[in-house]
């Protein structure tokens, strides 16, 4: 059998769902000199059955769970549980892994669910005192200590038998103190969540949160009061714990501080019964806090389901607004080109844009006739109307611009100009051979187009 570094199976099980009269232990020294190893010796009982991950741990007096432990050595299971022999096993601890205080530590053999199956009685590691070494000097006073020996051997199997009953009971006090403790946490964690959720409360709830502040910080001081006293019982406990060893003359004062624990106990559990009735009234208060946070939160929704439609009624606005300006910036452009169109034509035709203003057709007289799609109306219009009169009045060289009498209509008499290599678009700039004239006029009239 030895040590290994795998932590044992442990569990949190209370002290009163474990079953410490499965396994006996025997020969347990009232304390063992530090610096030597020590050998458990324990028994199993016929109701018991050993598994391959028990073991054997040495426990502080006033352990809780078997997590406590101080050091622990690994059991070997019996091949035959049949035999008397078999039942009766050892461990033997290693001087190195022992405490090295004075405090009462007892033995507890726990199974692999980490439930505690026996507890020994508690011991200490400390020297041998002058005091415990006993000295026979005749036969007759050999005697006469062995009788003694048998009566306090007696005695002591009945204060052991005493012990056991003050175990259990101090077990079930332990335990009891244990539940506190456990509901004091708990009121501990809820106290922090109420803070958690005051704080995020509105500024309409700024008054009750300083009151539930005032409350809290109440009951932290009443939950340190209750730590003190679960202290000063611990500390209670720790010296019983001690004075077991000096039951023969103790015995009624344990039975008078046991029933002091009892009604501490009794004052415990009222106090304990009180703040719970405090607990449910805090938990109904945040359940009207939660209320009241859903309606805000559904008129909140509200508030911005009916933003959402405004929004978008607004992106559709902008994007009429976008195709509108984008249409009209078209408009524009294409007027422009228009215009600019109007003006190469007319130039290109040897007239003036300022001087047949006349001649554009307004929407009482010729806007019948007009085509929608020219902004400014057809070029052509007011030139085929009124081009019999101008050329009869006058006539204008279309190369050097010169003017012709009325009665030249010989167009023989014209002055002669050199004809040009090459001819340019007015328009768009392009340039033809001269020998293509009519390519050239189409290219132009295909512009007016």
């Known amino acids: 059998m030895e040590e290994t570094v795998e932590d044992p199976p442990t ?45 054997i741990g040495i426990f502080r007096v006033g352990w809780k769970t078997t997590r406590e432990y101080y050091t622990f050595m690994w059991v070997t299971s019996p091949s035959d549980l049949n035999r008397e022999l078999a039942k009766k096993q050892e461990v033997k601890f290693k001087a190195y892994y022992l405490p090295k205080d004075d405090e009462y530590y007892q033995f507890c053999y726990v199974d692999q669910d980490g439930v505690v199956r026996g ?69 501990k964690s809820a ?15 700024e008054a009750e949160l300083l009151q539930l502040k005032e409350q809290n910080q109440k009951m932290s001081s009443e939950n340190k009061k209750m730590g003190v006293r679960v202290e000063e019982l611990q500390a209670q406990l720790s010296k019983q714990e001690k004075e077991m060893a000096k039951l023969v003359q103790g015995d009624q004062d344990k039975t008078e501080q046991l029933e002091r624990l ?25 359940e009207v806090m939660k209320q009241e946070e859903t309606a805000a939160l559904k008129k909140q929704q509200a508030f911005t389901d009916e933003n959402s439609g405004l929004s978008k009624k607004l992106s559709e ?18 007027n422009d080109l228009l215009k600019k169109e109007n003006n190469r034509l007319l130039s290109y035709m040897g007239l003036d844009f300022d001087s047949l203003s006349y001649q554009v057709p307004t929407a009482d007289q010729g806007g019948a006739g007009r085509n929608p799609a020219l902004v400014y109306g057809n070029p052509y219009s007011g030139i085929q109307e009124s081009s019999a009169p101008s050329l009869l009045a006058a006539r204008k060289c279309p ?7 009325d009665d ?42």
């Open 119 to 187: 507890a020994s009685i508690p011991f200490q590691f400390r020297p041998e005192n002058e005091e415990d070494i006993l000295v026979v000097t005749t036969q007759g006073e050999v005697e006469e200590i062995e009788q003694r020996n048998k009566e306090l051997c007696k005695e002591n199997q009945e204060l052991k038998d005493s012990c056991v009953n003050l175990q259990k009971q101090n077990s079930d006090v332990q335990a009891e103190l244990h539940k506190t403790q456990e509901e004091l946490e708990t009121l």
């Open 399 to 405: 190369t050097c611009k010169s003017d012709f009498a």
């Open 408 to 449: 030249i209509l010989d167009p023989a008499l014209e002055p002669q100009h050199p004809q040009p290599l090459c001819l340019n678009c007015p328009i768009c700039g392009k340039t033809f051979p001269a020998k293509d004239k009519q390519i050239f006029e189409d290219h132009v009239y295909c512009h007016s187009l």
């Open 191 to 205: 106290t922090q969540k109420l803070e958690e959720k005051v704080k995020a409360q509105k500024d309409s709830w």
């Open 262 to 286: 009892n009604e501490e106990k009794s004052q415990l559990l009222l106090t304990l019964t009180q703040q719970r009735e405090h607990q449910k009234k805090l938990e109904q208060r945040v």
């Open 11 to 55: 569990s949190a099980v209370l002290l009163d769902h474990c079953y410490f009269s499965q396994v006996i232990f025997n020969s347990v020294e009232k304390f063992y000199v530090p610096g030597g190893d020590v050998t458990c010796y324990y028994t199993l009982t016929q109701e018991f059955i050993p598994r391959r991950k028990d073991w």
């Open 317 to 334: 606005n902008k994007i009429m607004y976008n195709a509108l300006q984008r249409e009209k910036e078209r408009l524009e452009r294409e």
